[in-house]
């Protein structure tokens, strides 16, 4: 089964440089999630978009910007980055239609990609 | 606002040993529940999840039940392995929400 795609897989960057992630949800998924994680900790959510307009913003700094396309990809942007942006940056996927589909007691599953590991140097 | 707490690593045990890693959890209306599993260097992997009360999520010999009575939903494993060492993180999402609520993860090595 297809299942969420990310890239790059692995990033190295400098100081004060800017990086691009990007996302490819599950096919048909209309929700896209983004998530940091820094070393040891757990992830941290930092937005999410649904249907090409932003949902819900989390700890997302200022320097980062996002966006979904027409054929529901996402991609973070991230510029001036610092050392402290050295993480594992997860995407995940959600089909709002399955978490209408019930009532309560139905969910939004979250299907995560492999994350990008992105090091700042 | 909706949390998850969950028991703090590292935990060491011998191979076979059983094994409890608990967690609760804070949220308004009907929360769903998620064990995730994270090896070394890689993602995050879906062990197993329960929808509402009672349900009992099972995969790989883990085990949790969603107890909404001590909103709990520890995570259990009668026999563990070497290759269960891992990072494992509870995490929860309502049903109006739309993002994940994450435990600060448990960080489980077997030795043999």
């Known amino acids: 089964a297809a299942g969420v795609i990310q890239s790059p897989r692995h990033l190295i960057k400098e100081k004060r440089e800017t990086a691009t992630l990007k996302c490819y949800p599950i096919?048909?998924?209309?929700?896209v999630y983004w998530y940091q994680q820094g070393p040891g900790q757990d992830p941290q959510f930092l937005i999410s978009?649904?249907?090409?307009?932003?949902?819900d913003k989390g700890s997302i700094p200022d320097r980062f910007s996002a966006q979904q396309f027409s054929d529901y990809h996402s991609e973070l942007n991230m510029s001036s980055l610092e050392l402290g942006d050295s993480a594992l940056y997860f995407c995940?996927?959600?089909?709002?239609?399955?978490?209408?589909?019930?009532?309560?007691?139905?969910?939004?599953?979250?299907?995560f990609g492999p994350g990008t590991r992105l090091t700042v140097l | 606002g909706d949390s998850v707490t969950q028991m703090e690593g590292p935990v060491t045990l011998s191979e076979e040993a059983f094994l409890t890693i608990n967690c609760t959890y804070t949220?308004?209306?009907?929360?769903?529940l998620f064990w995730y599993v994270q090896y070394p260097g890689e993602g995050l992997q879906l062990l197993l999840k329960?929808?509402?009360?009672?349900d009992k999520g099972s995969n790989k010999g883990f085990e949790a039940t969603y107890r909404k009575e001590t909103t709990s939903f520890h995570l259990e494993k009668g026999s563990v392995q070497v290759s269960d060492s891992a990072v494992y993180f509870c995490?929860?999402?309502?049903?109006?929400?739309?993002?994940?609520?994450f435990g600060t993860g448990t960080s489980l090595t077997v030795i043999p």
């Open positions: 995490a929860l999402v309502t049903f109006a929400g739309n993002q994940f609520y």
């Open positions: 096919p048909r998924h209309d929700t």
């Open positions: 949220a308004t209306g009907y929360p769903s």
């Open positions: 329960a929808t509402k009360a009672d």
């Open positions: 995940a996927s959600s089909s709002s239609v399955w978490a209408l589909a019930g009532g309560p007691g139905a969910y939004n599953e979250q299907f």
């Open positions: 978009f649904y249907e090409k307009m932003q949902s």
